[in-house]
Nanobody
Framework: VQLQASGGGLVQAGGSLRLSCAASGRTFSNYAMAWFRQAPGKEREFVAAISGGGSRKYYVDSVQGRFTISRDNAKSTVYLQMNSLNPEDTAVYYC????????????????WGQGTQVTVSS
């Protein structure tokens, strides 16, 4: 699976962004999808995951209620809607595909996108 993330940018605190991750190469619905993020000097952190069919979703506590993960299997795309952003959300955001759901361990994901930068100013 090839993954291409997009949608990052610079936004003020309290603002919103929607990230997209387009997949190609294999049957998209066979894979659970996740978003991770990595801030400078920090380890890669799990953000959210969604099952292959899209009915199950799982979030890290720090984004629960602010971020929404979704997918459109007809378009082979997963999204991350981010609302009420704060400076602590600043990071490079990566999408990932794997066979296990939910899984917070980045080492268990098979395919990764290139990352998209999200910067939240105070």
């Amino acid at each position: 699976v090839q993954l291409q993330a997009s949608g990052g940018g610079l936004v003020q605190a309290g603002g919103s962004l929607r990230l997209s991750c387009a997949a190609s190469g294999r049957t998209f619905s066979n894979y659970a999808m996740a978003w991770f993020r990595q801030a400078p000097g920090k380890e890669r952190e799990f953000v959210a995951a969604i099952s292959g069919g899209g009915s199950r979703k799982y979030y890290v506590d720090s984004v629960q209620g602010r971020f929404t993960i979704s997918r459109d299997n007809a378009k082979s795309t997963v999204y991350l809607q981010m609302n009420s952003l704060n400076p602590e959300d600043t990071a490079v955001y990566y999408c990932a595909a794997g066979v296990y759901y939910p899984d917070r361990d980045p080492n268990r994901y098979d395919f990764w996108g290139q990352g998209t930068q999200v910067t939240v100013s105070s």
